[in-house]
């Protein structure tokens, strides 16, 4: 029986097929297969990251405001470890150190993944970045692949968006004294927003720029707005630094920054429940721009006298229940928040009871 010639497609020479069984042969030896495999998977993986280089080349600018929050992660961290050995007996501070590290580790994380797809973009292969980060090309490639990138970039994408969505669209404007109050009462603020409220009508008030905010506290300009806007929650050490910068009494955003961080209510003596209490007060006060007293009257939707408010307001005294709750909802605050404070503090201080509202069904209140 005559065979055919056949032109192998690897080599271009001319071979002889052994056999008319199955499918024309496409090479003539082994080898020629094996090149051409490696020559078609060369191609593909070319091609695959010329794809690469078009989608995430628009990146680059997500990946440097990565960096940037790593820096102020890591100068942060660095601070706060300094003075480690003088954190509060009670361990809200260490805490907070604590609460850092799995946040920079995460912010590591999404920086590695997002690299690794810039890294492939630049024609380097697996192998390459298997052997920078310690680990194989198959384990890099399961690992990093374009298909975990995507989904990671879409939750950073939405922790940003959700963060700025929750934000102040504009910037908190202090209250002109006279300005009518709104009659409705409106939904309480989420607490990380009164923190970023309060710290925002501080560094407005002082009128510090963003720039002198940063040298003061050793972090970025960046980071420093998006502290003002909510998106970043700051230490304890930043918070303070930022309110004396601004001239404020660390003592009235310290609350803010409590219930920001989860760590309220506490247990305290009935002297320093009366003191915290007014400090909260202060705290709300400073996030809803200072509204005077006759605005908050006219914005609780009760009937609040001008002057227990007013006294509620500088500390003098501590009204009954139904006073504060009215006070505390007009500032978009929380009273389950500040109801155990008030319950520990009114044993020392004498209770205002004028104009307070009488319970429903002759009860009376707590």
């Given at each position: 029986?005559?065979?055919?010639?056949?032109?192998?497609?690897?080599?271009?020479?001319?071979?002889?097929?052994?056999?008319?069984?199955?499918?024309?042969?496409?090479?003539?030896?082994?080898?020629?297969?094996?090149?051409?495999?490696?020559?078609?998977?060369?191609?593909?993986?070319?091609?695959?990251?010329?794809?690469?280089?078009?989608?995430?080349?628009?990146?680059?600018?997500?990946?440097?405001?990565?960096?940037?929050?790593?820096?102020?992660?890591?100068?942060?961290?660095?601070?706060?470890?300094?003075?480690?050995?003088?954190?509060?007996?009670?361990?809200?501070?260490?805490?907070?150190?604590?609460?850092?590290?799995?946040?920079?580790?995460?912010?590591?994380?999404?920086?590695?993944?997002?690299?690794?797809?810039?890294?492939?973009?630049?024609?380097?292969?697996?192998?390459?970045?298997?052997?920078?980060?310690?680990?194989?090309?198959?384990?890099?490639?399961?690992?990093?692949?374009?298909?975990?990138?995507?989904?990671?970039?879409?939750?950073?994408?939405?922790?940003?968006?959700?963060?700025?969505?929750?934000?102040?669209?504009?910037?908190?404007?202090?209250?002109?004294?006279?300005?009518?109050?709104?009659?409705?009462?409106?939904?309480?603020?989420?607490?990380?927003?009164?923190?970023?409220?309060?710290?925002?009508?501080?560094?407005?008030?002082?009128?510090?720029?963003?720039?002198?905010?940063?040298?003061?506290?050793?972090?970025?300009?960046?980071?420093?707005?998006?502290?003002?806007?909510?998106?970043?929650?700051?230490?304890?050490?930043?918070?303070?630094?930022?309110?004396?910068?601004?001239?404020?009494?660390?003592?009235?955003?310290?609350?803010?920054?409590?219930?920001?961080?989860?760590?309220?209510?506490?247990?305290?003596?009935?002297?320093?429940?009366?003191?915290?209490?007014?400090?909260?007060?202060?705290?709300?006060?400073?996030?809803?721009?200072?509204?005077?007293?006759?605005?908050?009257?006219?914005?609780?939707?009760?009937?609040?006298?001008?002057?227990?408010?007013?006294?509620?307001?500088?500390?003098?005294?501590?009204?009954?229940?139904?006073?504060?709750?009215?006070?505390?909802?007009?500032?978009?605050?929380?009273?389950?928040?500040?109801?155990?404070l008030w319950q520990s503090s009114r044993a020392v201080v004498p209770?205002?009871?004028?104009?307070?509202?009488?319970?429903?069904?002759?009860?009376?209140?707590?």
């Open positions: 029986m005559k065979l055919h010639s056949m032109i192998c497609e690897s080599c271009g020479l001319a071979f002889e097929r052994t056999s008319m069984k199955g499918r024309p042969p496409r090479f003539c030896a082994k080898k020629c297969k094996s090149s051409a495999n490696r020559e078609r998977k060369k191609a593909e993986t070319n091609a695959g990251t010329d794809e690469e280089t078009t989608s995430w080349a628009r990146y680059i600018p997500l990946i440097i405001r990565m960096v940037d929050d790593l820096v102020d992660r890591a100068r942060q961290l660095q601070d706060d470890m300094a003075g480690i050995e003088s954190l509060d007996p009670a361990g809200i501070e260490a805490m907070e150190l604590l609460r850092q590290i799995p946040a920079f580790k995460r912010d590591l994380d999404d920086l590695t993944m997002i690299m690794v797809q810039h890294v492939r973009g630049r024609n380097l292969s697996w192998e390459a970045v298997g052997k920078t980060l310690g680990t194989s090309a198959s384990t890099a490639r399961t690992t990093y692949s374009p298909e975990r990138a995507v989904r990671r970039l879409a939750q950073i994408q939405q922790r940003t968006s959700r963060s700025a969505s929750e934000s102040p669209a504009e910037p908190v404007q202090a209250h002109p004294q006279e300005q009518a109050a709104e009659h409705t009462l409106q939904a309480p603020i989420e607490p990380r927003l009164q923190l970023s409220r309060a710290l925002t009508h501080l560094q407005q008030s002082s009128g510090k720029s963003v720039g002198e905010l940063a040298r003061a506290t050793r972090v970025s300009s960046s980071y420093i707005s998006r502290l003002l806007s909510g998106e970043r929650q700051p230490t304890w050490r930043i918070t303070e630094q930022l309110c004396l910068s601004c001239g404020g009494d660390p003592d009235h955003i310290r609350p803010l920054w409590e219930v920001a961080r989860g760590v309220r209510p506490r247990l305290l003596t009935h002297a320093s429940a009366a003191v915290e209490l007014h400090s909260s007060l202060k705290g709300l006060h400073l996030a809803a721009s200072r509204p005077s007293a006759a605005n908050i009257c006219a914005g609780s939707g009760s009937d609040l006298a001008l002057e227990e408010v007013a006294s509620f307001l500088a500390g003098e005294a501590i009204p009954d229940w139904p006073v504060v709750q009215s006070v505390v909802q007009a500032l978009r605050g929380r009273p389950d928040e500040v109801r155990p209770l205002c009871t004028a104009h307070a509202a009488s319970p429903p069904g002759g009860a009376e209140w707590p």
